[in-house]
């Protein structure tokens, strides 16, 4: 049975198949064409955490499969009163894919251990498939194929949404800058760090220009963590460990002046919520390189992509 986590079990062939299947999924949306290929078919989609784009994109996508998604937050069910195991094993029963944003990668592990459906990470501490696979298909999109991308850059912290983006394009071949002081410690995989780094395509350097030389791509997400802020104001007992953070960081922001002095034709992207001023700037979203809205939108033409590959079915 397949399951998508953390793209260590997909290879190269995978991950160039469900490019190929998403942007034929995208080619019919635009020609006006139905792919209803899952009627009667339902994804449970199951939430720890909260999001905007994740729900909606599995959600609509799902919809135009032809099939139905049902929404499940683990606050409002019964998964707080009884075992994990035991809760997730009758949640399977109901769905043909389980969809499921983790708090620990382990219970996304352990969900997929059953082998009852296919199990996809849709964002743990650790890994994030479908933000990755979506990138994959918006940068093959505008450099007119994913051949033709050479070099992206990893600008910020070290993360669940780095570590899938830098092994999918460590297996593509793309050359992957890591401009990042520091890696967020509950995401550290060594085993994927080893396969992405035996790939001979991964390169960790804090020096900005050379890293950004060439760049097709800079990539960014969050390093401030929103649980400092409260009415938009620094809390008091955060104040102390946000000006560290703004001090290691900020030299790594991603700005207008970054793209426009070191790498001119490099597209911007952020796989959102963007937190501005922050990790990126007003000037950088609404720069002519920024491909931002398309990226979120290709979450829904990927993550399609993904459910039919994940059931075997062909477009
Ligand atoms: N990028 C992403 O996963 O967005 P959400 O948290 O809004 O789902």
Known sequence: MRHLISLKEQSKEDILTMLTMAIRLKEKRSAGELTNLLPNQTLIMLFQKTSTRTRLSFEAGMTELGGHAIFLDSRTSQFSLTDFGDEIQAVMRYGAVLMFRA????DVVRAAGFNKIPVIDACSEKYHPAQALSDILTMAEHSSG???VKKIVWMGIENNVSNTLILACAKLGIKVYIVAPEVNEPSIDPE???MADETGNVVRALNIAE???DADYVHTDTWMD???FEDGKVKPGFQKIYEERKAKFMPYQ???KLIDTYAPA???MHCMPCHIGYEITRDAIDHKNAVIFN???NRMHMQKAMILWLLNKEI
């Not at 708090?103 to 382990?106: C, D, I, N, T, V």
């Open 211 to 213: 890293a950004m030389k």
């Open 146 to 148: 994913i051949e033709n």
């Open 266 to 268: 490099c597209k911007i």
């Open 295 to 297: 990226q979120a939108e």
């Open 226 to 228: 929103m649980e400092y």
């Open 192 to 194: 994927l760090n080893r």
């Open 103 to 106: 708090k620990k990668a382990e």
């Open 254 to 256: 991603v700005s207008a």
